[in-house]
């Protein structure tokens, strides 16, 4: 009976949330700092990598030796940068700054490296690999997510060759929704962790395509989620965090997901709740910016995507306020510290990084997940 009362309460606020943020100006929030040079600067980390096949770290289970193949035989589509999830979400990078930039000088390259991807027959290599039996659990969730946020980036850009590309995805894109409505109401606990399995992150990723896609079903199962996994969360350890590899804040990004599903009023009384530390006289000493201590290594550069991250969550998190709520100053500026740190060391020089530091970078700047 608590169950179904959290669930009415959310899909009651649902529509309230959806209304007053959609009505109110895009602030509060860091100015968007995406310019034309900052974009060819990002398009540039995706067009180095999107089809490089080598180094390459693939997710795959062998059912024999016929599957022993590579990288461009297994998903035709997404076998560049360095994984799956990076390759997709490399080319939401591509997708959002052409639809920003349209007649920059990285239009015109970024356009061929989609179309040589985004074939109805490379998509269909995709839909044949991600629907074998065996793979149920294939990138779920944050690839999967990120490959609706393609989707729902190609469903919002009015261009010829977009919808082009929208057509040729739309199997990949029903055949992942599909997977994870399936998976949704026998998730029994939350992740909580900061890499990729943290479901906080991908579910806010997932509501967000849910919205532009008018998939109801999808908002219903995540609005349950969040009455089940998050509604009662009190007193978030935010000062155990991060961990020594994270590049997910599993605090932030489950306010910044949760301010997606309720009204401003219950989100504001929820966060007093959820972390009762952000400060009400501004400042940005209670939570400083992750410490990289060597770039060249994997997991540890990870900490890079952290800053990117919490900047982006801390707005978010500011968004879901009312603009006169006294935490706002405070979290616009961690915000800023963390945006200050992170962004100059988005430069592609290791490739540990470069391979999807960008994307963060452009989700961070371009003010994705508030529009």
Known sequence: MRRSFWISMLSASLFLGSTAQAARPAGP????????????????????????????????????????????????????????????????????????????????????????????????????????????????????????????ELRGWNDPQAKQWAAALSPLESLAASKLKDWLPKLHYPIRIGEHDQTALSFGLIWDWARVAGDAGMTALLTDAAARFYRGDRDCPLGYEPSGQDFLSPCLAEADFMRRVLAADDFAKWLQAFLPGIPSTGGNEWLPPGVVTDRTDPKLAHIDGLNLSRAWMLEGIAHGLKPADKRVPALLAAAASHRATALPAVTGEHYEGGHWLGTFAVYLTSQAGRE
């Open 29 to 152: 929030g860091s100015p968007d700092a995406l310019d034309e040079a900052a974009a060819a600067r990002f398009a540039q980390l995706a067009l180095a990598c999107l089809h490089q096949e080598y180094p390459n770290k693939i997710s795959h289970v062998m059912q024999g030796d016929a599957d022993v193949r590579p990288p461009r035989a297994l998903t035709p589509a997404f076998y560049g940068c360095y994984d799956w999830h990076s390759a997709v979400h490399g080319h939401w990078l591509l997708v959002r700054l052409l639809r920003r930039f349209p007649e920059a000088p990285f239009a015109k390259e970024a356009r061929a490296a989609l179309a040589l991807s985004l074939t109805p027959q490379n998509i269909a290599g995709e839909v044949e690999y991600l629907g074998h039996e065996k793979r149920a659990s294939f990138e779920r969730p944050y690839g999967l997510a990120w490959l609706l946020q393609l989707s729902a």
